[in-house]
Protein backbone atom coordinates (compact mmCIF):
# COMPACT_ATOMS: atom_id res chain seq x y z
CA UNK A 1 0.00 0.00 0.00
CA UNK A 2 2.73 2.02 0.88
CA UNK A 3 3.98 1.93 -2.64
CA UNK A 4 1.01 2.54 -4.60
CA UNK A 5 0.67 5.90 -2.27
CA UNK A 6 3.83 6.42 -3.65
CA UNK A 7 2.90 6.04 -6.96
CA UNK A 8 0.11 8.54 -6.97
CA UNK A 9 2.15 11.25 -5.52
CA UNK A 10 4.69 10.76 -8.07
CA UNK A 11 1.55 11.20 -10.50
CA UNK A 12 0.36 14.38 -8.92
CA UNK A 13 4.00 15.83 -8.89
CA UNK A 14 4.21 15.36 -12.53
CA UNK A 15 0.66 16.43 -13.23
CA UNK A 16 1.91 19.95 -11.44
CA UNK A 17 5.39 19.72 -13.52
CA UNK A 18 3.31 19.38 -16.80
CA UNK A 19 0.77 22.30 -15.86
CA UNK A 20 3.39 24.97 -15.74
CA UNK A 21 4.15 24.41 -19.22
CA UNK A 22 0.47 25.29 -20.47
CA UNK A 23 -0.53 28.44 -21.58
CA UNK A 24 -3.77 30.64 -22.00
CA UNK A 25 -5.66 31.81 -25.51
CA UNK A 26 -4.40 35.34 -24.25
CA UNK A 27 -3.23 37.29 -21.44
CA UNK A 28 -2.02 40.69 -19.44
CA UNK A 29 1.14 40.76 -18.25
CA UNK A 30 3.33 43.23 -15.99
CA UNK A 31 6.98 43.21 -16.17
CA UNK A 32 9.86 44.93 -14.20
CA UNK A 33 13.80 44.41 -14.03
CA UNK A 34 17.51 45.26 -14.38
CA UNK A 35 18.89 46.47 -17.50
CA UNK A 36 22.58 46.57 -18.96
CA UNK A 37 22.94 49.51 -21.78
CA UNK A 38 26.13 50.02 -23.63
CA UNK A 39 26.56 52.45 -26.76
CA UNK A 40 27.15 50.78 -29.99
CA UNK A 41 28.24 53.20 -33.56
CA UNK A 42 29.16 56.36 -31.66
CA UNK A 43 32.04 58.75 -31.28
CA UNK A 44 32.92 58.23 -27.96
CA UNK A 45 34.63 54.85 -25.86
CA UNK A 46 32.18 53.22 -23.79
CA UNK A 47 32.66 51.96 -20.20
CA UNK A 48 31.41 49.54 -18.16
CA UNK A 49 29.73 52.31 -15.44
CA UNK A 50 26.22 51.12 -17.03
CA UNK A 51 23.06 50.50 -15.48
CA UNK A 52 19.39 51.06 -15.92
CA UNK A 53 16.15 49.63 -15.61
CA UNK A 54 12.53 49.03 -17.32
CA UNK A 55 8.66 48.52 -16.79
CA UNK A 56 6.49 47.06 -19.04
CA UNK A 57 2.44 46.09 -20.18
CA UNK A 58 2.13 43.43 -22.33
CA UNK A 59 -1.02 42.09 -24.21
CA UNK A 60 -0.68 39.24 -25.60
CA UNK A 61 -3.78 38.62 -28.25
CA UNK A 62 -2.94 34.46 -29.29
CA UNK A 63 -0.33 31.93 -28.05
CA UNK A 64 2.53 33.06 -30.51
CA UNK A 65 1.39 37.21 -31.13
CA UNK A 66 1.43 39.85 -28.44
CA UNK A 67 1.63 43.79 -28.46
CA UNK A 68 4.08 45.07 -25.51
CA UNK A 69 4.68 48.67 -24.13
CA UNK A 70 8.32 49.51 -22.17
CA UNK A 71 8.95 51.82 -20.71
CA UNK A 72 13.18 52.38 -19.40
CA UNK A 73 16.19 54.27 -17.95
CA UNK A 74 19.48 53.64 -19.18
CA UNK A 75 22.44 55.23 -17.69
CA UNK A 76 25.51 55.32 -20.16
CA UNK A 77 28.92 56.57 -19.94
CA UNK A 78 32.22 56.55 -22.20
CA UNK A 79 35.11 59.37 -22.51
CA UNK A 80 36.82 61.07 -25.34
CA UNK A 81 39.83 63.19 -25.45
CA UNK A 82 39.97 66.86 -25.81
CA UNK A 83 41.79 69.12 -27.29
CA UNK A 84 44.46 69.55 -24.49
CA UNK A 85 44.73 65.65 -24.76
CA UNK A 86 42.64 65.80 -20.95
CA UNK A 87 39.96 62.91 -21.20
CA UNK A 88 36.76 63.64 -20.64
CA UNK A 89 34.08 60.99 -19.22
CA UNK A 90 30.34 61.68 -20.72
CA UNK A 91 27.50 60.22 -19.71
CA UNK A 92 23.72 60.08 -21.34
CA UNK A 93 20.74 59.55 -18.92
CA UNK A 94 18.10 58.09 -21.68
CA UNK A 95 14.29 57.59 -21.16
CA UNK A 96 12.40 55.39 -23.62
CA UNK A 97 9.31 54.56 -23.97
CA UNK A 98 8.60 51.43 -26.87
CA UNK A 99 5.92 49.43 -28.45
CA UNK A 100 7.09 46.15 -29.42
CA UNK A 101 5.19 43.82 -31.60
CA UNK A 102 6.13 39.79 -30.04
CA UNK A 103 6.45 36.62 -31.61
CA UNK A 104 6.52 33.23 -29.59
CA UNK A 105 8.71 31.01 -31.41
CA UNK A 106 7.60 27.86 -29.20
CA UNK A 107 5.15 29.01 -26.69
CA UNK A 108 4.03 25.82 -25.13
CA UNK A 109 7.22 25.23 -23.20
CA UNK A 110 8.19 26.19 -20.06
CA UNK A 111 11.25 27.54 -21.72
CA UNK A 112 10.06 29.57 -24.33
CA UNK A 113 12.07 32.02 -26.80
CA UNK A 114 10.26 34.74 -28.58
CA UNK A 115 11.34 37.91 -31.13
CA UNK A 116 10.48 41.60 -31.09
CA UNK A 117 10.39 44.32 -32.83
CA UNK A 118 9.08 47.66 -32.67
CA UNK A 119 9.64 51.88 -32.36
CA UNK A 120 9.63 54.12 -29.61
CA UNK A 121 10.25 57.71 -28.50
CA UNK A 122 13.47 58.65 -26.20
CA UNK A 123 14.95 61.65 -23.99
CA UNK A 124 17.95 61.67 -23.30
CA UNK A 125 20.08 64.28 -20.70
CA UNK A 126 24.14 64.78 -21.33
CA UNK A 127 26.69 65.75 -19.16
CA UNK A 128 29.92 66.35 -20.40
CA UNK A 129 29.25 66.63 -23.95
CA UNK A 130 32.05 67.11 -26.57
CA UNK A 131 29.63 69.23 -29.12
CA UNK A 132 28.64 72.32 -27.31
CA UNK A 133 25.73 73.47 -29.82
CA UNK A 134 23.72 70.46 -28.31
CA UNK A 135 21.29 70.77 -26.43
CA UNK A 136 21.72 69.28 -22.74
CA UNK A 137 18.06 68.03 -23.24
CA UNK A 138 16.59 66.79 -26.07
CA UNK A 139 13.89 64.49 -27.20
CA UNK A 140 13.68 62.11 -30.57
CA UNK A 141 12.82 58.46 -31.68
CA UNK A 142 14.23 55.08 -32.18
CA UNK A 143 13.83 51.90 -33.41
CA UNK A 144 14.62 48.66 -32.74
CA UNK A 145 14.79 44.79 -32.39
CA UNK A 146 15.99 41.71 -30.20
CA UNK A 147 15.06 38.55 -28.83
CA UNK A 148 14.40 36.87 -25.53
CA UNK A 149 13.63 34.26 -23.45
CA UNK A 150 11.17 33.05 -20.85
CA UNK A 151 11.59 30.96 -17.88
CA UNK A 152 8.19 29.17 -16.40
CA UNK A 153 7.84 29.57 -12.87
CA UNK A 154 4.57 28.80 -11.95
CA UNK A 155 1.39 29.76 -13.67
CA UNK A 156 1.62 33.46 -12.95
CA UNK A 157 5.06 34.42 -12.78
CA UNK A 158 7.99 34.26 -15.65
CA UNK A 159 11.47 35.28 -15.48
CA UNK A 160 12.08 37.26 -18.60
CA UNK A 161 15.91 37.50 -20.07
CA UNK A 162 16.47 39.93 -23.16
CA UNK A 163 18.76 41.43 -25.23
CA UNK A 164 17.65 44.34 -27.49
CA UNK A 165 19.70 46.74 -30.20
CA UNK A 166 18.29 50.15 -30.50
CA UNK A 167 18.94 52.66 -33.05
CA UNK A 168 18.04 56.28 -32.70
CA UNK A 169 16.62 59.16 -34.84
CA UNK A 170 19.80 61.30 -34.92
CA UNK A 171 23.74 60.86 -33.91
CA UNK A 172 23.44 63.08 -30.67
CA UNK A 173 23.02 60.28 -28.14
CA UNK A 174 26.43 60.18 -27.08
CA UNK A 175 27.38 64.16 -26.77
CA UNK A 176 28.73 64.17 -30.51
CA UNK A 177 27.06 65.77 -33.57
CA UNK A 178 27.57 63.82 -36.48
CA UNK A 179 26.32 64.80 -39.97
CA UNK A 180 26.40 60.73 -40.61
CA UNK A 181 24.54 58.27 -39.39
CA UNK A 182 22.52 57.37 -36.17
CA UNK A 183 23.99 56.44 -32.73
CA UNK A 184 23.12 53.31 -31.32
CA UNK A 185 22.87 51.02 -28.27
CA UNK A 186 22.18 47.44 -26.66
CA UNK A 187 20.50 46.38 -23.82
CA UNK A 188 20.28 42.90 -21.68
CA UNK A 189 17.73 43.02 -19.67
CA UNK A 190 16.92 40.41 -16.98
CA UNK A 191 13.33 41.01 -14.74
CA UNK A 192 9.68 39.32 -14.04
CA UNK A 193 6.82 38.95 -15.61
CA UNK A 194 3.22 38.65 -14.06
CA UNK A 195 0.55 37.41 -15.94
CA UNK A 196 -2.53 39.22 -14.10
CA UNK A 197 -5.13 38.22 -16.44
CA UNK A 198 -5.01 35.28 -18.27
CA UNK A 199 -8.18 33.55 -20.81
CA UNK A 200 -9.20 30.28 -21.68
CA UNK A 201 -6.70 27.57 -21.25
CA UNK A 202 -4.97 26.99 -24.55
CA UNK A 203 -6.16 23.92 -26.66
CA UNK A 204 -2.77 24.63 -28.89
CA UNK A 205 -0.60 24.05 -25.89
CA UNK A 206 -2.24 20.55 -25.03
CA UNK A 207 0.26 18.52 -24.33
CA UNK A 208 0.75 16.62 -27.98
CA UNK A 209 -1.79 18.74 -30.51
CA UNK A 210 -1.75 15.90 -32.47
CA UNK A 211 -3.76 13.41 -30.03
CA UNK A 212 -7.27 15.25 -28.28
CA UNK A 213 -7.74 14.23 -25.03
CA UNK A 214 -11.71 13.29 -24.29
CA UNK A 215 -13.06 16.61 -23.08
CA UNK A 216 -14.10 15.18 -19.95
CA UNK A 217 -13.24 16.30 -16.35
CA UNK A 218 -12.17 14.06 -13.57
CA UNK A 219 -13.81 14.50 -10.59
CA UNK A 220 -12.65 13.16 -7.34
CA UNK A 221 -14.93 9.50 -7.36
CA UNK A 222 -12.75 9.23 -11.05
CA UNK A 223 -9.42 9.68 -9.17
CA UNK A 224 -10.70 7.28 -6.66
CA UNK A 225 -11.41 4.46 -9.20
CA UNK A 226 -8.05 4.71 -10.29
CA UNK A 227 -7.03 4.10 -7.00
CA UNK A 228 -9.08 1.16 -6.18
CA UNK A 229 -8.34 -0.61 -9.28
CA UNK A 230 -4.23 -0.24 -8.75
CA UNK A 231 -5.03 -1.72 -5.54
CA UNK A 232 -6.99 -4.33 -6.86
CA UNK A 233 -5.50 -5.63 -9.84
CA UNK A 234 -1.78 -4.30 -10.22
CA UNK A 235 0.59 -6.70 -8.07
CA UNK A 236 3.36 -4.87 -6.00
CA UNK A 237 6.30 -5.48 -8.25
CA UNK A 238 4.84 -4.18 -10.97
CA UNK A 239 3.94 -0.67 -9.15
CA UNK A 240 7.55 -1.12 -8.30
CA UNK A 241 8.75 -0.67 -11.85
CA UNK A 242 6.69 2.11 -12.35
CA UNK A 243 7.72 3.98 -9.93
CA UNK A 244 11.24 3.17 -11.27
CA UNK A 245 13.07 2.68 -7.87
CA UNK A 246 15.26 0.50 -9.85
CA UNK A 247 18.40 2.06 -12.20
CA UNK A 248 16.99 2.54 -15.81
CA UNK A 249 19.78 0.45 -17.19
CA UNK A 250 19.17 -2.39 -14.64
CA UNK A 251 15.30 -2.34 -15.86
CA UNK A 252 16.59 -3.63 -19.88
CA UNK A 253 14.64 -6.49 -20.62
CA UNK A 254 12.17 -6.05 -18.02
CA UNK A 255 8.27 -4.87 -18.50
CA UNK A 256 7.21 -1.32 -17.56
CA UNK A 257 3.35 -1.13 -17.11
CA UNK A 258 2.50 2.63 -17.26
CA UNK A 259 -0.87 2.75 -14.60
CA UNK A 260 -2.91 4.90 -15.76
CA UNK A 261 -2.26 4.81 -19.49
CA UNK A 262 -5.63 3.18 -20.52
CA UNK A 263 -8.29 3.49 -22.47
CA UNK A 264 -12.07 3.01 -23.28
CA UNK A 265 -13.83 0.41 -24.68
CA UNK A 266 -13.06 0.05 -28.40
CA UNK A 267 -11.21 2.87 -28.60
CA UNK A 268 -7.65 4.28 -29.10
CA UNK A 269 -8.02 8.13 -27.87
CA UNK A 270 -6.16 8.96 -24.74
CA UNK A 271 -7.84 9.89 -21.72
CA UNK A 272 -6.74 13.27 -19.83
CA UNK A 273 -5.38 11.15 -17.07
CA UNK A 274 -3.03 9.54 -19.68
CA UNK A 275 -1.06 12.21 -20.49
CA UNK A 276 0.77 13.14 -17.25
CA UNK A 277 2.08 9.30 -17.09
CA UNK A 278 3.25 9.80 -20.92
CA UNK A 279 4.99 12.91 -20.25
CA UNK A 280 6.83 11.43 -17.53
CA UNK A 281 8.13 8.47 -19.41
CA UNK A 282 8.97 10.77 -22.34
CA UNK A 283 11.53 12.40 -20.19
CA UNK A 284 12.73 9.28 -18.34
CA UNK A 285 13.58 8.14 -22.10
CA UNK A 286 15.21 11.42 -22.93
CA UNK A 287 17.33 11.20 -19.67
CA UNK A 288 18.45 7.48 -20.75
CA UNK A 289 19.01 7.99 -24.75
CA UNK A 290 20.67 4.79 -24.75
CA UNK A 291 17.35 2.53 -24.39
CA UNK A 292 15.30 1.13 -26.61
CA UNK A 293 11.83 0.60 -26.13
CA UNK A 294 8.93 -2.03 -27.59
CA UNK A 295 5.72 -0.41 -26.86
CA UNK A 296 2.52 -2.94 -26.54
CA UNK A 297 -0.29 -2.24 -26.84
CA UNK A 298 -3.59 -4.63 -24.60
CA UNK A 299 -7.05 -4.85 -25.09
CA UNK A 300 -9.72 -6.58 -23.05
CA UNK A 301 -11.62 -9.96 -24.46
CA UNK A 302 -14.31 -8.50 -25.79
CA UNK A 303 -14.59 -8.91 -29.67
CA UNK A 304 -12.55 -11.14 -31.57
CA UNK A 305 -8.96 -12.12 -31.33
CA UNK A 306 -8.03 -10.87 -35.10
CA UNK A 307 -10.31 -7.39 -34.37
CA UNK A 308 -8.41 -6.69 -31.01
CA UNK A 309 -5.00 -7.05 -32.82
CA UNK A 310 -5.50 -4.61 -34.83
CA UNK A 311 -7.19 -2.50 -32.24
CA UNK A 312 -3.99 -2.73 -29.57
CA UNK A 313 -1.90 -2.02 -32.66
CA UNK A 314 -3.57 1.34 -32.76
CA UNK A 315 -3.42 2.03 -28.70
CA UNK A 316 0.67 1.83 -29.35
CA UNK A 317 0.49 3.57 -32.46
CA UNK A 318 -1.16 6.42 -30.43
CA UNK A 319 1.28 6.37 -27.53
CA UNK A 320 4.74 6.52 -29.88
CA UNK A 321 3.04 9.48 -32.04
CA UNK A 322 2.88 11.20 -28.27
CA UNK A 323 6.31 10.33 -27.47
CA UNK A 324 7.78 11.31 -31.06
CA UNK A 325 5.92 14.65 -30.08
CA UNK A 326 7.79 14.85 -27.57
CA UNK A 327 11.71 14.49 -28.66
CA UNK A 328 12.09 10.74 -28.18
CA UNK A 329 13.60 9.22 -31.46
CA UNK A 330 11.21 7.12 -33.26
CA UNK A 331 14.01 4.86 -34.05
CA UNK A 332 14.09 4.08 -30.59
CA UNK A 333 10.28 2.65 -30.66
CA UNK A 334 8.98 -0.72 -31.90
CA UNK A 335 5.42 -0.78 -31.83
CA UNK A 336 3.55 -4.08 -31.55
CA UNK A 337 -0.01 -5.61 -30.29
CA UNK A 338 -0.78 -8.56 -28.18
CA UNK A 339 -4.35 -7.80 -28.57
CA UNK A 340 -6.55 -9.62 -25.20
CA UNK A 341 -3.34 -11.98 -24.79
CA UNK A 342 -1.64 -11.97 -21.43
CA UNK A 343 -3.91 -9.98 -19.21
CA UNK A 344 -3.20 -8.37 -15.91
CA UNK A 345 -6.33 -8.09 -14.78
CA UNK A 346 -9.97 -10.08 -14.64
CA UNK A 347 -11.95 -9.45 -18.06
CA UNK A 348 -15.22 -10.60 -15.70
CA UNK A 349 -14.90 -7.56 -14.47
CA UNK A 350 -15.21 -3.83 -15.85
CA UNK A 351 -12.88 -2.58 -13.47
CA UNK A 352 -10.48 -5.66 -15.06
CA UNK A 353 -11.34 -5.36 -18.68
CA UNK A 354 -10.45 -1.20 -18.09
CA UNK A 355 -7.21 -2.52 -16.68
CA UNK A 356 -6.25 -4.79 -19.38
CA UNK A 357 -7.11 -1.91 -21.88
CA UNK A 358 -3.01 -0.71 -21.41
CA UNK A 359 0.03 0.44 -22.71
CA UNK A 360 3.60 -1.72 -21.44
CA UNK A 361 6.69 -1.15 -22.73
CA UNK A 362 9.51 -3.29 -22.68
CA UNK A 363 13.09 -2.42 -22.38
CA UNK A 364 15.59 -3.69 -25.22
Not at 16 to 25: E, M, N, P, R
Not at 34 to 55: E, M
Not at 271 to 281: F, G
Request: charged share 20%.
Amino acid sequence: MKKIYFTIVLLLMVAVDVSQAQLATDSWAFGFGFRYPRYIGVQVTPTHSNYGGYFSLQRNFSEHFGLRFKGGFSHMEGEWVNLASATITESTNLISGDFDFMYYLIPCEPVSPYLYGGVGGTYRMLTNKATAALDDNSGGAEWNFGFGVDWTLDTDWKVVTEFGYHSTSNSELDGFLSPNGNDSYWGVNVGLLYLFAQGEPSKLCQLYPGITPETKDLTPNDLNKIEEMIVKHIPKEITKEVVVEKPMKAMVAEKWILIGVNFDFDKSTLLPESYPILYDAAKTLLRNPDIKVEIQGYTDNIDSESYNIKLGQRRADVVKDYLVSKGVAASRLNVVSYGESDPVADNNTADGRAMNRRIEFKMQ
